[in-house]
């Protein structure tokens, strides 16, 4: 006897279709993020690094091509130290002989400005200089001759107030003793000598 099932099974066509596996990290996730940032980080190593090496190379050329002008201009700048150094020699022998005229100078001075000013019936027997400080004893024939001496002192530009520190009457004649300041540039005789503003 035949047995006919028909209950049959499905075609293979028919057949529920298969899952697909999904996609899941898992416990990979981690490593893969620690692997990206760890790619980031060398990345933005690699350039710093490569932005620092340019750099330094830059600087090493700016300090080979500021050495090779160094170089060049030294001879120059040898000369200039050299006539710098000449300059001063100079300046200081010109100083040292000014210094040398004005003293040579400055007792000349004294004594032409101490004789202008010496009136009729007065003369000197003693003068004493002491860096600017005069002291000058003499004698004359009166008083009025003295006083005379001591206005024409007073009134020159080049000494300051007198002061008379001895008169004496010897027989007919009067003996003094004056001292005063002597000035070699007094500021009236420079503002003359100075031309004026705006000429």
Do not use: C
Request: glycine letters at 4%; proline letters at 5%.
């Amino acid at each position: 006897m035949i047995k006919i099932n028909l209950i049959s099974e499905a075609p293979t066509a028919a057949v529920t279709k298969r899952k697909r596996p999904e996609f899941s990290l898992g416990a990979k996730q981690g490593d893969i993020i620690l692997v990206t940032m760890i790619a980031i980080a060398l990345a933005v190593s690699g350039t710093w690094w490569y932005l620092l090496t340019s750099k330094k190379a830059d600087l090493k050329e700016t300090e080979r091509q500021r050495t090779v002008e160094r170089d060049e201009l030294k001879p120059f700048i040898d000369k200039v130290e050299e006539l710098e150094a000449k300059r001063t020699l100079l300046k200081r022998k010109v100083d040292v002989i000014n210094d040398l005229k004005n003293k040579q100078h400055g007792p000349v001075r004294i004594m032409d400005e101490v004789s202008r000013a010496l009136p009729d019936l007065v003369w000197l027997t003693k003068l004493e200089l002491s860096g600017n400080a005069i002291t000058l004893t003499g004698q004359a024939m009166d008083e009025n001759a003295v006083a005379n001496y001591y206005s024409n002192l007073d009134a020159s530009p080049f000494f300051e107030e007198p002061v008379v520190k001895n008169l004496a009457r010897r027989g007919e004649d009067f003996s003094f003793t004056l001292s005063a300041v002597f000035t070699y540039e007094p500021p009236e005789i420079e503002k003359a000598s100075s031309p004026a503003d705006g000429t």
